[in-house]
Each structure stands twice: as C-alpha cells, then as structure tokens.
C-alpha cells in the first residue's frame, strides 16, 4: 500500500504569518522525506486566508523537490479549469525534471465555487474546461509540437517547454466526488481518488464498483487503481490519540458544514443533517482513523480487505488544531511503526 500525506500548508495556529506557515510546512515535509514516506500531496485552496497558503501547488512543488530527495510530490488535487492547460504543461515538466521524475499530478474540478468566482470562470463550466485542458496538458506534454481546437483554449504549432522527464508523462490520478464521474473515469482507464469527510467510508463502496465495472467494460489494460484520502491521527495509546484528536476533528467537521451547504454537488449537500448530528464516536466508527498503531494498521487492512485500496492520502490535521510537534509525533508513529506492516 502507498502512503502519501495530503497537506494544506494550512495555518498551525491563529495569526500565524504567510513566511511562517509555509516554513512550517517545508520543515514537516523535509521529516517525511527523511522517514521514508511515499508521497507529500499538495492541496490547492483559493479564496480561504484564514485556513491555508496553498494556492500555488506547483511554486510549492518545486521547492519541495529542491529540498527532498527520495520523496514523490503530487498535487491532490490540481484544479484544472483555473489554469491555463499550455503554462501548466510547463509548470508541471519542470517539476517532473527538478525532482528527475519525482512528480504525480492529481487533477480534479474541486468543489469550491469561491475559488471559481474569483477568477471569473462560472462553476457550470467546470466540467468541461477539465476535460479540455487535460487532453491539451497530454498533447502538449508528449507532442513536440501541437495544435488544438477547443471550446475554450485554441494552439497552433505549440511547444512545451521542457517535456517531462518521466516518458510519456508523468502519472495521472483523478478525483471522483459527483456519482457520474465514478463511471466516466472508468471507461476512461484512469486511477481514481476518493475522499471521505462527509460521507462514510462503507458508502464509498457503490462508488468504486461503478468505478471498476465501468474500467472492465471498456476493455481497458491493467487493473483499476483506488487511492483513498481520509482523516487519520495516531498517538501512542488509543486513549491518547482519542484524546488528542477530538478538538481538531470536531472543529473541522463543525467547519466543514459551511462548505457543504454551499457546495454545488447535491450529494454533498444531502449530507448536511448526518454531519450536523455526527457524534465523535459517529466520526471515528465512519469517517476517520483514529488510534494507536496497531488500530490503526487494524483499520488499515479492513480497509484494504473491503474497498480494494492501493494507497491512501492521510490528513494529519483536519481542524488545523492539534499541536505541530503532536501531529509530527502521529507521522513518526506511521512512517516507523505502521508502514513497515504493509510492505
């Protein structure tokens, strides 16, 4: 199973400065470079000061490549319709040649609508402008020169400059969240990421079967890949990480019901009244992974058993509120005391 940490470069404490957030940041994921984790997945967040710094994934990415040396550095997830797909070919290869093929891009439309309205592009476009602009970051990534007729972008004769180190490119993961996409991506033969903060993690299981029927049915090679982001914190006893865990979980599920109400995916805004009602024991038995390191590794293999998980994305810190050396003292515990169990 991959590990990889999905990280915000979110604020640790309230007021912290924009310099001090981002130094933060790079000192933690230069830890998990060091304790051998898989992967460090890269946020994108506009619109929201007072939770994260994240908006520019790949600046981040190419000082996270400068900085590391063995660990992979993807974005999870890169949101497509904001960007101009020929500047992210570029922005994307030079990653990929720094970090000498260290690079996944993770692409997804994102369900927040401010981010959209901030940059002028209507969220009903969304679908369409990911689709466009990632067929032109493929050509424009393996074709030395190109041209594309589009609804929104149009090249003649273009180049990107530099290709990608890793040939043809480098790896594509999608997220899926509206119940359409779960089929589409299939038929299109791309791995998949799912995400569990609203739903459950049992719910996810209707999901990956469209995913995966879909995958079969379009006769495509190789077998379908699953990576599962979701909440995690591990402490030394059960008691422990309870204990340390519920200010910051509650807190952001507390928060997370703002964004629900005004998300523009209907699943998600029928999950307002389970959210509003969840209980702390709700949360951990559904939503999150909460324990000592062999919970869980527990946890882990049931997981891996029931939904046919190839990685996850853990999140450290969902709420912002535990402590940076307790939250660094959870990533010990998973790099040295659970990953060694799954390799």
């Given at each position: 199973?991959?590990f990889?940490?999905?990280?915000?470069?979110?604020?640790q404490?309230?007021?912290?400065?924009?310099a001090?957030?981002?130094?933060?940041?790079?000192e933690?994921?230069?830890?998990?470079?060091?304790?051998?984790?898989?992967?460090?997945?890269?946020?994108?967040i506009?619109?929201?000061?007072?939770r994260?710094?994240l908006?520019a994934?790949?600046?981040?990415?190419?000082?996270?490549?400068a900085?590391?040396?063995?660990?992979?550095?993807?974005?999870?997830?890169?949101?497509?319709?904001?960007?101009?797909?020929?500047?992210?070919?570029?922005?994307t290869?030079?990653?990929?040649?720094?970090?000498?093929?260290?690079?996944?891009?993770?692409?997804g439309?994102?369900?927040?609508?401010?981010?959209?309205a901030?940059?002028?592009?209507?969220?009903?476009?969304?679908?369409?402008?990911?689709?466009?602009?990632?067929?032109?970051?493929?050509?424009?990534?393996?074709?030395?020169?190109?041209?594309?007729?589009?609804?929104?972008?149009?090249?003649?004769?273009?180049?990107a400059?530099?290709?990608?180190?890793?040939?043809?490119?480098?790896?594509?993961?999608?997220?899926?969240?509206?119940?359409?996409?779960?089929?589409?991506?299939?038929?299109?033969?791309?791995?998949?990421?799912v995400?569990?903060?609203?739903?459950?993690?049992?719910?996810?299981?209707?999901?990956l079967?469209?995913?995966?029927d879909?995958w079969?049915?379009?006769?495509n090679?190789?077998?379908?890949?699953v990576?599962?982001?979701?909440?995690?914190?591990?402490?030394?006893?059960?008691?422990?990480?309870?204990?340390?865990?519920?200010?910051?979980i509650?807190a952001?599920?507390?928060?997370?019901?703002?964004?629900?109400?005004?998300?523009?995916?209907a699943?998600?805004?029928?999950?307002?009244?389970?959210?509003?009602?969840?209980?702390?024991?709700?949360?951990?038995?559904?939503?999150?992974?909460?324990?000592?390191?062999?919970?869980?590794?527990?946890?882990?293999?049931?997981l891996?058993?029931?939904?046919?998980?190839?990685?996850?994305?853990?999140?450290?810190?969902?709420?912002?509120?535990?402590?940076a050396?307790?939250?660094?003292?959870?990533?010990?515990?998973?790099?040295?005391?659970?990953?060694?169990?799954?390799?």
């Amino acid at each position: 199973m991959e590990f990889g940490w999905y990280h915000e470069f979110h604020r640790q404490v309230e007021g912290q400065s924009d310099a001090d957030a981002f130094a933060q940041g790079f000192e933690q994921v230069e830890a998990a470079d060091c304790w051998g984790l898989d992967v460090f997945w890269l946020a994108e967040i506009h619109q929201q000061a007072r939770r994260s710094v994240l908006s520019a994934p790949m600046n981040v990415a190419g000082q996270i490549a400068a900085r590391t040396k063995r660990i992979k550095i993807g974005t999870a997830v890169h949101v497509l319709p904001l960007t101009h797909p020929l500047r992210l070919a570029e922005e994307t290869a030079t990653v990929d040649q720094v970090s000498r093929g260290r690079f996944i891009l993770g692409a997804g439309r994102s369900g927040n609508p401010r981010g959209y309205a901030a940059y002028g592009i209507p969220y009903s476009e969304s679908r369409e402008r990911f689709y466009e602009t990632l067929d032109i970051l493929k050509k424009a990534w393996t074709d030395e020169t190109f041209s594309y007729e589009g609804k929104y972008h149009s090249f003649d004769g273009a180049k990107a400059v530099p290709r990608p180190y890793q040939r043809p490119h480098p790896p594509i993961r999608i997220a899926g969240a509206s119940e359409d996409t779960f089929p589409t991506l299939g038929r299109l033969g791309y791995p998949l990421f799912v995400s569990v903060r609203s739903g459950s993690l049992v719910g996810l299981k209707p999901d990956l079967k469209a995913y995966r029927d879909a995958w079969e049915e379009a006769g495509n090679p190789g077998r379908p890949e699953v990576y599962l982001r979701l909440s995690m914190h591990c402490g030394e006893t059960d008691h422990d990480a309870r204990e340390e865990g519920e200010p910051s979980i509650m807190a952001g599920y507390k928060s997370l019901i703002t964004r629900l109400e005004g998300s523009p995916n209907a699943r998600r805004r029928a999950e307002v009244e389970e959210v509003k009602r969840a209980t702390y024991d709700d949360v951990i038995r559904d939503k999150v992974i909460v324990g000592d390191p062999d919970t869980v590794v527990g946890r882990l293999k049931e997981l891996e058993d029931e939904l046919g998980i190839d990685g996850i994305l853990f999140e450290l810190n969902f709420g912002a509120a535990i402590p940076a050396e307790t939250m660094m003292r959870s990533l010990k515990l998973i790099c040295h005391e659970v990953m060694p169990r799954f390799q």
